[in-house]
Nanobody
Framework: QVQLVESGGGLVQAGDSLRLSCAASGRSVSTYAMGWFRQAPGKEREFVAGIAWNGGRTYYADSVKGRFTISRDNAKNTVYLEMNSLKPEDTAVYYC???????????????WGQGTQVTVSS
C-alpha cells in the first residue's frame, strides 16, 4: 500500500509561483509513474502533469505547458510540481497520483493523495 501526502499549497496572487510536493510512504514508488491532477469547484478532476518512473519522460496538459514543471527524486520517494506564472484559473485542489504503469499515469491511477488547495487571486 502506498500513502501519498501533498504539501505546498496556499493562497497566492496571479503571476506568483508555488512548489507542490508529494511524499510517498509505505513502499518505494521509484518504479511508478507519478502525476498531478486538479479539481476546481464544480468541475471534474483533470490531468495536469505526469512523469515516468525514471524522470525520462514528462508530459503536461496544454493549459499548463510552459508554466508548470514536474520532477521527482526517487531517493526521497517524492515528486514535485513547480508552478510559475499562476493564473486565477489554476485555482483548484491539486492531487498527487501514483500508477504502477511505469511511464504514463492513467486517469485511474492506483493511488491518490488527499489533495492540497491552491488559490490564485487576481
Amino acid at each position: 500500500q502506498v500513502q501519498l501526502v501533498e504539501s505546498g499549497g496556499g493562497l497566492v496572487q496571479a503571476g506568483d509561483s508555488l512548489r507542490l510536493s508529494c511524499a510517498a510512504s509505505g513502499r518505494s514508488v521509484s518504479t511508478y509513474a507519478m502525476g498531478w491532477f486538479r479539481q476546481a469547484p464544480g468541475k471534474e478532476r483533470e490531468f495536469v502533469a505526469g512523469i515516468a518512473w525514471n524522470g525520462g519522460r514528462t508530459y503536461y496538459a496544454d493549459s499548463v505547458k510552459g508554466r508548470f514543471t514536474i520532477s521527482r527524486d526517487n531517493a526521497k520517494n517524492t515528486v514535485y510540481l513547480e508552478m510559475n506564472s499562476l493564473k486565477p484559473e489554476d485555482t483548484a485542489v491539486y492531487y498527487c497520483a501514483a500508477d504502477r504503469a511505469s511511464v504514463v499515469v492513467r486517469t485511474t491511477p492506483d493511488y491518490w493523495g488527499q489533495g492540497t488547495q491552491v488559490t490564485v487571486s487576481s
